[in-house]
């Protein structure tokens, strides 16, 4: 006699009702269930192609619509030959403009070029994913990781008037040209600026462990020692190679480009950004529609790393002179615009749902912030401008951790991970 399996109920009048089930499928819908919550439906986006070569030699054959600047153009304009239908030179990262690209780009047009960095690649981004286009970007300096992601930045309207950064999941482009002598040519402040993009890791893993330690990790982000170890490993090595790249040496070009790759496809694997971005991204992304327009992407960034270095309670010092090095200029984001941003911050986490992160305990009147923003030379003068007073908690203690501590330890606080995740770091080799 088959064994049967039931669950009894009692509907309203305490009348029992018994339902017969197959034990088998049960279990395996149940592990279906718990499989899909512990792994949730993801792509895995890949890298673009990457290929090295002279502009000069380049033979495209398809009808193009280009996306440039004029100061990049008439630079490089002259070693490319292609078959342009239409060109454009957006100079913002605005949402509707790119939108607009993207309704009227004409029917011929093949491919989609942007030669160059900044609002055009993220406006090429946008237009090609729409049309269904390949999209092929000719970098004029490694300034950042842009030309290797999956999404497009854009500046949007937010209840009508007020503008925010977001991203926009547009899958990376088909190709990424890279002449050497063009990268070598680049302005000394943006040539190597993308170093960055692989030194912000050293930060985002301090905000990820940090935010381990609290719970605050949503599964699909449980922090996870092997990638932590991983990005440490390229933080690391970008600190080594910054004085290199600096100089504009090719070998130590060749290694930031390495590197920005490899973080890159960590961050797609993994179906997220904590490896690389924590709390100094989240303020370059407020400050984007705050700051001087004309700020590069390192520019804005760069200073954010020293002062969330500071706010964990560490010394940033290296990370100072690694971008330095590097030719990234610290001085280039106002004091003023990110002191008023941070007297914001709760209004700005709201909005802008960020991941968990210091930022979230972060208190804007407390000594802590004031003594990180005196190390990130982010301080405001005494005797210049000057905020409304408020009264002053007392300063709030940060334990140290160290860059090593964040990438290498499993956090404290219960976090659900993989047994396996629990691993020692990843030896060399």
């Known amino acids: 006699m088959q064994k049967r399996n039931c669950i ?21 819908d149940l592990n279906t269930v718990l499989h899909e919550m512990e792994n949730p439906a993801m792509s895995v986006w890949p890298l673009p192609r990457i290929t090295f070569q002279e502009l000069s030699s380049i033979e495209e054959k398809r009808p193009v619509a280009l ?40 029917t011929s047009v093949q491919a989609v070029y942007a030669v160059g960095r900044g609002a055009p690649v993220e406006a090429a981004k946008v237009v090609a994913s729409r049309n269904h286009r390949p999209l092929v970007i000719i970098p004029s300096a490694l300034d950042s990781d ?37 990268i070598q040519a680049a302005p000394h402040e943006l ?42 490993g390229l933080a690391s090595q970008a600190i080594k190679s910054a004085a290199a790249i600096g100089q504009g ?6 290694t ?3 590197l920005l790759m490899i973080v890159v496809q960590l961050n797609n694997q993994l179906g997220h950004q904590r490896a690389q971005e924590g709390c100094e991204h989240y303020l370059g992304q407020i400050l ?51 002191r008023l941003t941070l007297d914001e911050l709760p209004n700005y986490i709201g909005e802008y749902n960020f991941p968990y992160s210091m930022l979230n305990e972060t208190d804007p009147a407390s000594e802590t912030v004031t ?45 659900s991970t993989n047994p396996n995740d629990s691993t020692a770091p990843m030896p060399n080799g």
Request: charged residues 20%; negative net charge.
């Open 8 to 28: 009894c109920s009692l509907d309203s009048g305490a009348k029992p009702h018994y339902t017969y089930y197959n034990a088998a499928l049960f279990k395996r």
């Open 67 to 106: 996306l440039t600047t004029n100061d990049v153009w008439s630079v490089l304009g002259s070693q490319l030959a292609l078959p342009v239908v239409i060109q454009a030179e957006p100079e913002r990262y605005n949402r509707d403009l790119f939108d607009y690209l993207a309704d009227h780009l004409p």
């Open 146 to 182: 842009k030309m290797l992601t999956p999404f497009a930045e854009v500046v949007e309207e937010q209840n009508g008037s007020q503008k925010r950064l977001v991203r926009v999941e547009t899958g990376p482009a088909a190709e990424v040209i890279v002449d050497w002598d063009v």
């Open 191 to 232: 040539r190597g600026a993308g170093i960055v993009d692989v030194l912000s890791i050293v930060t985002g893993l301090l905000d990820w462990r940090f935010a381990a330690q609290k719970g605050k990790n949503p599964i699909e982000q449980r922090f996870t020692p092997w990638a932590a170890s991983v990005a440490a």
């Open 249 to 254: 040496q090719l070998d130590a070009l060749q």
């Open 256 to 258: 930031l480009l390495d």
């Open 288 to 338: 984007a529609v705050r700051a001087d327009p004309k700020l590069s992407h390192a520019e804005m960034i760069a200073p954010c790393i020293l002062f969330v270095s500071a706010l964990h309670g560490q010394d940033p010092a290296a990370l100072r002179d690694a971008m330095q090095n590097a030719g990234v200029r610290l001085d280039q984001l106002r004091a003023t615009d990110v």
């Open 371 to 415: 003594q990180a923003l005196e190390t990130a030379g982010l301080a405001i003068e005494d005797y210049t401008w000057q905020l409304p007073d408020e009264p002053e908690p007392p300063a709030e203690s940060t334990a140290e951790i160290t860059p090593a501590e964040a990438a290498a330890s499993t956090p404290s606080a219960p976090e």
